[in-house]
């Protein structure tokens, strides 16, 4: 999930480095956002864009790198709070597409999983609004919290059980593919 690599690059550019549970990783598939110590207080308000199913992050990150570093200067706010509002300033649209979808699907189930899915903080924020819904989580521990290609893999497999192999001139890959457009042939 690119959110993984947003939190990455911003967090580096905050000077503050990618951390888990305290400690500085190398490895950006488990990382939580907060850094170390105490956790962010003080809100920033961050661009917030979801448009049905879609979100975008860019905004976020650009801000967060190019007006954060200027209130870290200022000393208005600490890298705990950009962190902070970072984390749950993402976090809430993914949640608010994930209700979206649920409604949408008419779902009372969530399957976190992905890189990002490790967050504690994302996997509290899904479980407040399953429960408002009375819906159930399903939250996966760090060992399949990874990255996604394996699911993107079994869902080929599936697809391919399904309705045979794709000719090659109807073969294309679909870098923005929505996943309310996917067809469903194997249920």
């Known amino acids: ?3 993984s690599l947003g ?3 911003s967090a580096n550019k905050l000077g503050i480095g990618v951390v888990r549970d305290g400690e500085v990783l190398s490895n950006c598939r488990r990382t939580y956002i ?7 207080k003080k809100y920033l308000q961050l661009p917030y864009v979801v448009k049905g199913m879609d979100v975008s992050f860019s905004g976020i990150l650009s801000f967060i790198e190019e007006v954060g570093i200027n209130l870290l200067k200022a ?19 993914l949640v608010e597409t994930t209700e ?3 409604a949408h699907c008419n779902s009372q189930e969530v399957l976190l999983v992905g890189g990002v899915a490790c967050n504690l903080r994302l996997q509290e924020m899904m479980a407040d609004m399953c429960s408002e819904r009375g ?10 919290c990874i990255d996604n290609g394996a699911m993107i893999a079994h869902a ?4 391919f059980k399904h309705t045979g192999p794709t000719k090659w001139d109807e073969t294309y890959c679909t870098q923005r593919f929505r996943t309310d457009d996917v067809e469903v042939t194997w249920r």
């Open 135 to 144: 819906a159930k989580i399903y939250a996966t521990d760090e060992r399949y």
């Open 1 to 3: 999930m690119v959110v």
């Open 34 to 40: 907060t850094p170390p110590g105490e956790r962010g």
């Open 156 to 159: 080929g497999a599936l697809l």
């Open 75 to 93: 000393k208005e706010y600490t890298a705990e709070d950009l962190c902070f509002s970072l984390q749950e300033t993402v976090f809430a649209m």
């Open 100 to 102: 979206r979808a649920m």
């Open 7 to 9: 939190f990455e690059g």
